[in-house]
């Protein structure tokens, strides 16, 4: 354990949290081959069923290496609650064929990493009310909500350097200009400004197009913050010697402001990727959650959170929560990978 | 004071400009309140028409602002298609509710985050400390949807307080000690889920602004005279903090405002947040507007006070002014 916030505590810090958080995108990518079930496949007959058990050890008493389950099925005559046949066992199968998916949307494929034999279902995290799997609707929906927050972001820090380093460049009437625009942003509590923009659409529009606005609005309504900071360093980076030499031997202004002025905002870009990521990824979470951003069937986290409200599923079928509770620690991760890139900035910095 | 006048000026420009940013937003969006009703076979095209001619509804969008700019003068605020009553009626208790809510929060905010982050920063790196911080990481990496449900599963369970709402049924016929306490239980709920919201944020800061303060030269001369911890803590320490923690509280208004929209929406705490997503999906325009509106305002007038109180508590802004 080195001292907090030293230099080789925070690279350790930054390569740990970006290496965690490129498992868990590659999972959320690759949500068909680890899901071993359709997110939109329902079984009507197993609504809110509990999380399957998997066992290792047969009821004589043998141990098994391969995980094995019993078909679960809903007592007669009740709602909701399940009893394992334990007649036959159905041992875990790898690479099965199963329901055809797609990769990245384009490569398509039909082999499971996990799977079992029917009548068996398996739902490692239970079942919603349709009795669709929500392990594998929580792996679809990773691929909406953690998307939806990265592209936000870089969208929103795409435009925000783009306008910040040209404000702060070339001040003048068109520096006054963005930034009293960029004021105008700041000066709306954030959540009302983003369901106000969130209003010039039709209520039920198709997921992908929801998905594509939601991201497309997010970006463009959080540039405000990231270009005023931007801004800040290319003003006082403009005048360093380095660029006053450089523009002295005859570099044009855009050779200048890519070369020499906004790497000098690489640091800080970065670390407010970070901060920004989580944010937006939340934005979509609640918006979807409020039913105004991607809808049904398609999952994503803050739809599937969204049957939490309902009493008898808040008091009864905890795992209803889990799209909420894995929100926290793709925060924490992005929160220590923010804090080690802004001690790391300073430190370069000072 | 003319910085004050300054700021006002400002104030009202930017409200123009909010008015006017979510006015083209919502009218972008297709179809209105009244579009539903075309769909509607028992109800004659005629009437439809009629209606939207007394509303406005197919005037050009300059007209239709200047328009709702003539009720704002009335005081009206528009008008509301689907509570079919003029916004400002419908809009000042819901305003007044979610100023209860988020100003009650944020003042046991501050009261708790004080002292916690004094004594945090009064012994940095002990145990004490060390669970504090990780508390409040803890609370950090909360999303407030998960916050305000986890509550609300808490409350469902043990009973104690009411589920949703502001006040009973039968509130108008307690005494006023019994409306007061009425009100206090039905606000617990909601505004405990704002200050865990806030918490960690706060007394991260006032550990951060102490830390330093007490670092500095004059606190350690003070201690080397033998003036006692806690009162060099409270006194002397947090006198100097203030200026820092003074701007995060108009920082934080903001954040405070979006987490309250989500707070109330999910304990149906009968607040402005609400009355947006309604209007959201109404289609009710000037709801929309005067909401959003409202919020810009709460934002606003908060950053102000928090100006005049850094300028009260700071002397050295008094000089320079003068």
Known sequence: ?350 | MRYLCWRMVHGLLVLVGVSVLSFVFAALAPGDFLSEMKLDPRISPATVAALRDRYGLDLPLPLKYAQWLRSVRRGELGFSFAYNSPVATLLWPRARNTLLLTVTATTLAWLIAVPLGAWSASHPGRWGDRLCAGVTTALLVVPELVLGLGLLLVAVRTGYFPVGGMMSARFADLGPWGKLKDLALHLFLPASALILLNLPILVRHVRASLIEVLAAPFIQAARARGVPHRRLLFRDALRAAANPLISLVGLSIAALLSGSLVVEALMSWPGIGPLLLGAIAARDLHVLVGTVLCSTLFLLVGNLLADALLYLADPRLRVDQA
Not at chain 1, 2 to 22: A, D, E, H, I
Not at chain 1, 169 to 191: K, S
Not at chain 1, 194 to 221: C, S, Y
Request: proline share 6%.
């Open chain 1, 1 to 350: 354990m080195s001292l907090p916030g030293s230099n080789v505590g925070n690279l350790r810090n930054v390569r740990t949290s970006l290496s965690l958080l490129g498992l868990l995108y590659a999972s959320v990518l690759l949500a068909g081959l680890l899901a071993p079930y359709d997110p939109t496949e329902q079984n009507r007959d197993m609504p809110f069923a509990p999380p399957s058990r998997l066992h290792f050890a047969e009821p004589r008493g043998t141990f098994r290496l391969r995980p094995f389950v019993y078909r679960v099925v809903s007592k007669p005559g009740s709602f909701g609650e399940y009893a394992e046949e334990r007649g036959t066992t159905y041992p875990m199968r790898f690479l099965v064929r199963g329901a055809p998916y797609r990769i990245a949307g384009i490569l398509s494929c039909t082999r499971h990493l996990f799977g079992f034999d029917e009548p068996a279902k398996v739902f490692l995290f239970g079942s919603d009310e349709y009795g669709r799997d929500v392990f594998s609707r929580l792996l679809y929906g990773g691929q909406i909500s953690l998307v939806a927050g990265l592209l936000a972001a870089s969208l929103a820090l795409g435009l925000g350097t783009i306008l910040g380093g040209l404000a702060g460049f070339y001040g003048g009437w068109a520096d006054e200009i963005c930034m009293r625009v960029a004021e105008l942003f700041l000066a709306l509590p954030w959540l009302y400004l983003l369901l106000a923009v969130r209003a010039t659409l039709p209520l039920h529009i198709d997921p992908v197009q929801a998905f594509l606005f939601l991201v497309v609005v997010i970006g463009m309504v959080g540039w405000a913050r990231p270009a005023r900071l931007i801004r800040g360093i290319v003003l006082s980076g403009k005048l360093r010697e380095h660029v006053l030499a450089a523009r002295a031997f005859g570099a044009s202004d855009s050779y200048l402001l890519r070369r020499h002025v906004l790497p000098q905002a690489a640091g800080v870009v970065f670390a407010q990727l970070a901060v920004l990521i989580p944010q937006y990824i939340l934005a979509e979470v609640t918006l979807s959650f409020f039913g105004l951003g991607v809808g049904e069937p398609v999952p994503s986290w803050g739809n599937m959170l969204a049957a939490a409200q309902r009493y008898d599923v808040l008091t009864s079928y905890w795992w209803m929560f889990l799209p909420g509770i894995a929100l926290s620690p793709v925060f924490l991760l992005y929160y220590t990978l923010a804090n080690a890139l802004h001690q790391q900035t300073a430190r370069l910095t000072s």
